[in-house]
């Protein structure tokens, strides 16, 4: 059976625009990447790490990256926050991490987090957190502490994204 002539028409058009808004996405997620790094990289430079060891430009178009103070005061959180969570980075500037924490999150878990923040050393946990409307995910987390060029300690950095394996 012959399509009739606007059919075709219609059809030829419909690939280029989508085409387009998939062109259009993806520009979007490379320019959120772009000033994430510059953002990192603002950090960086201001306190003098090197965050190549860390494999930050590899790792931020896959995975979330916070930042936090000493203090545990997240100070940069990368444009996936809002994908994984539900919050803006805005929301969660300043804040800490527990933040995303309730009574579903295991405590056993939250106590060996805190003893290796303690101890600076790096850790890997899985963690059942809260999105911003209040719904559960298990939040694989990769996370270590930053050292400047004279060793001192001045950041952690935490790689995460969710586990869906479950």
Known sequence: MKKNSSEEIINRTLVPIL???L???????LKAVFADMKKV???????TWNEK???????????????????????FASNGIKRMTGY????????????FQGPATNKSVLKEIKEA????????????NYKKDGRTYK????AAPVY???????????????????
């Open 139 to 142: 939040c694989s987390v990769d």
């Open 23 to 29: 062109h259009y996405e993806y520009l979007n997620e």
């Open 88 to 99: 803006q980075e805005e929301e969660v500037l300043g804040k800490t991490p527990r933040m």
């Open 117 to 128: 923040i303690k101890q600076e050393i790096p850790f890997k946990k899985t963690i059942e």
């Open 148 to 166: 400047n060029l004279k060793g001192k300690l001045s950041h952690f950095i935490a790689f995460e994204r969710e586990d869906k394996s479950a």
């Open 19 to 21: 085409a387009l808004d």
């Open 53 to 75: 060891d860390l494999k930050i430009e590899e790792r931020i178009k896959d995975e979330v990256v916070l930042i936090t103070d000493l203090d545990l005061k997240i100070v």
């Open 41 to 47: 990289n603002k950090i960086s430079s201001q306190f």
